[in-house]
């Protein structure tokens, strides 16, 4: 049997961009692009040409060198002629492939945002995909608020989508821009629209999510008839987000009932790059990675249960939907006081570390970690701190430096300029092959203040953890009150891209973030020395 195509439509760049917090420079832009294109999407789409310098600036010149390179406006205002709107003009000059057109499609909108009557909104749509194809550009319309409109009018939802189509539009995209729409809703639509003469093979669905079920509907539309999906990268997008792109490619690429019946641009070279990219993305955001995201998160393939584990040490298909590296990611049996022996050997062992299930000192290494736990650690959140303790507890780890000692002092007072400030100063001693060597630093607070004065000076290894950086920084406060229990977990990063979270508990967030620093610096040491960083090198 022929499998048809599902097309990908990526709006990272447009539709994406109004995720609040998040504003792309040209730069960024064309570094999402080259990101976009490389993995192999069909169609990029990169803003809105006059709407705003950064736009402008980025469609100077064509930004992908294979997928279809969109640039997104408004069909032409009610009353002049396609020649004479500017905002139309600059679409078309704009260096892209094809256009993208946002058309009103409930005539409430027609009434209420544009001002103008339903057959002159009827006709904008005609005269700008007209426009487009005369410019030798493939034209796109999405159908804004397709299925609110739907549900108010069908006649005129169907008429705009009709307008488009017949004028030479090669996809109708019908949008769910409020993100309201049901599954269900959503097949029955879809098929009123195929019914009415536009054919599924010249169908988009674009979902957002503000009910959850952003995939879902797109998912409902490609079973309704729809071949092109729009979405964006990790779902971002205004409001609750975007369909997001990066589950879809993974379950239509992976789930039989979409395999058997469809084939996307992604092939199975290409998907094991999915995760890498779903991260990459992230990184460019400078935001953490979401561990709990289906396919690509940390989380996604991680097991805690202990009889969970157990059983996916015998067969991963007990408790694994589809294989991990499959889409470049791995599978995690973690660490916790939930987990059996099973949990902490598969453990070990994927960080090289060889521990006979029968060894006294594996007993120990269990009862200290359910031991810590119990008084507040996190070690399935805290990778590198686990592997150093199970060094510790099995083997050794050489003792770089040690601190002899340690004090944080935080002031409150006037400048010189009569402003008041709070500045943090911090003093650690460290004793290197017998030799003291104490250090002051000050810093943003007291924590940063103890990171620097902790690493200015380590002697001979203070050229190794020059490009240590720490990522993030997370305290949690375990029970209530001002003497609280306090947990720290630190993530730390290098210049090999590794990553690696550090945890440290006490009644005093000093002394508790001083943990999580030491565990991240001797982790570091040990990484150089290929000791350890098995799976923060994978």
């Known amino acids: 049997m022929t499998r048809e195509k599902i097309t990908l439509f990526d709006t990272t760049l447009r539709d994406g961009q109004q995720t609040p917090g998040i504003d792309f420079s040209?730069?960024?832009?064309?570094?999402?692009?080259?990101?976009?294109?490389?993995?192999?999407?069909?169609?990029?789409?990169?803003?809105?040409?006059?709407?705003?310098?950064?736009?402008?600036?980025?469609?100077?010149?064509?930004?992908?060198?294979?997928?279809?390179?969109?640039?997104?406006?408004?069909?032409?205002?009610?009353?002049?002629?396609?020649?004479?709107?500017?905002?139309?003009?600059?679409?078309?000059q704009a260096k892209s492939d094809a256009i993208c057109f946002v058309a009103k499609s409930?005539?409430?909108?027609?009434?209420?945002?544009?001002?103008?009557?339903?057959?002159?909104?009827?006709?904008?749509?005609?005269?700008?995909?007209?426009?487009?194809?005369?410019?030798?550009?493939?034209?796109?319309?999405?159908?804004?608020?397709?299925?609110?409109?739907?549900?108010?009018?069908?006649?005129?939802?169907?008429?705009?989508?009709?307008?488009?189509?017949?004028?030479?539009?090669?996809?109708?995209?019908?949008?769910?821009?409020?993100?309201?729409?049901?599954?269900?809703?959503?097949?029955?639509?879809?098929?009123?629209?195929?019914?009415?003469?536009?054919?599924?093979?010249?169908?988009?669905?674009?979902?957002?999510?503000?009910?959850?079920?952003?995939?879902?509907?797109?998912?409902?539309?490609?079973?309704?008839?729809v071949r092109q999906i729009q979405g964006t990268l990790n779902g971002i997008g205004e409001r609750c987000g975007n369909a997001n792109l990066i589950t879809l490619i993974a379950t239509l690429c992976l789930k039989d009932t979409y395999t058997s019946r469809f084939v996307t641009a992604i092939d199975p070279d290409r998907l094991v790059d999915l995760t890498r990219l779903s991260h990459a993305f992230d990184e460019l955001l400078n935001r953490s990675p979401d561990h709990q995201s289906p396919y690509v998160g940390a989380s996604a393939f991680a097991t805690k249960a202990g009889i969970h584990a157990s059983a996916l040490l015998k067969d991963p298909r007990t408790y694994e939907h589809v294989v991990p590296e499959s889409v470049g990611n791995f599978r995690k049996v973690m660490v916790s006081d939930q987990g059996g022996k099973a949990n902490f050997i598969n453990e070990?062992?994927?960080?090289?570390?060889?521990?006979?299930?029968?060894?006294?000192?594996?007993?120990?290494?269990?009862?200290?970690?359910?031991?810590?736990?119990?008084?507040?650690?996190?070690?399935?959140?805290?990778?590198?701190?686990?592997?150093?303790?199970?060094?510790?507890?099995?083997?050794?780890?050489?003792?770089?430096?040690?601190?002899?000692?340690?004090?944080?002092?935080?002031?409150?007072?006037?400048?010189?300029?009569?402003?008041?400030?709070?500045?943090?100063?911090a003093v650690v001693k460290i004793v290197i092959d017998g030799n003291e060597v104490m250090s002051v630093a000050e810093g943003d607070g007291p924590v940063n203040a103890l990171d620097l004065a902790l690493r200015k000076d380590i002697g001979k290894y203070q050229a190794e953890i020059a490009d240590l950086e720490l990522a993030d920084y997370k305290v949690r406060i375990l029970n209530g009150g001002t003497e609280a229990i306090t947990r720290v977990l630190i993530e730390s990063t290098d210049a090999s891209g590794a990553r690696w979270w550090t945890v440290g508990v006490s009644e005093n967030i000093i002394d508790a973030s001083f943990q999580a620093l030491m565990d991240s610096i001797v982790y570091k040491l040990m990484k150089n020395r290929q000791l350890a960083g098995k799976i923060a090198a994978e």
């Open 106 to 225: 409930w005539d409430y909108h027609v009434a209420v945002a544009l001002g103008c009557s339903n057959e002159e909104n009827l006709d904008s749509i005609r005269d700008s995909v007209e426009a487009a194809v005369a410019a030798n550009k493939e034209a796109l319309v999405d159908c804004e608020h397709f299925f609110d409109g739907y549900k108010a009018n069908p006649a005129y939802a169907l008429a705009c989508a009709k307008a488009a189509y017949e004028a030479g539009a090669r996809w109708v995209v019908l949008c769910d821009t409020n993100g309201g729409t049901q599954p269900p809703e959503i097949r029955d639509i879809v098929a009123a629209v195929i019914a009415s003469g536009v054919p599924g093979s010249a169908l988009g669905i674009h979902a957002h999510n503000d009910t959850g079920q952003a995939v879902a509907n797109s998912l409902a539309a490609v079973e309704a008839g």
């Open 348 to 425: 070990l062992k994927r960080r090289g570390i060889v521990v006979d299930r029968n060894d006294g000192k594996l007993d120990a290494l269990i009862s200290i970690v359910k031991e810590r736990e119990a008084s507040g650690y996190a070690y399935e959140g805290a990778d590198a701190s686990f592997e150093l303790l199970a060094h510790r507890t099995l083997g050794s780890v050489p003792e770089f430096f040690a601190v002899e000692s340690f004090r944080v002092m935080v002031e409150r007072r006037f400048d010189s300029h009569g402003r008041l400030k709070t500045v943090s100063e």
């Open 26 to 92: 040209v730069e960024d832009k064309i570094a999402i692009a080259a990101m976009l294109d490389g993995f192999g999407l069909d169609y990029v789409e990169g803003g809105y040409p006059g709407a705003n310098p950064t736009d402008t600036a980025f469609f100077s010149q064509k930004r992908t060198q294979h997928a279809s390179f969109v640039a997104f406006g408004m069909t032409k205002r009610a009353g002049i002629s396609a020649s004479n709107d500017p905002g139309l003009s600059q679409l078309l």
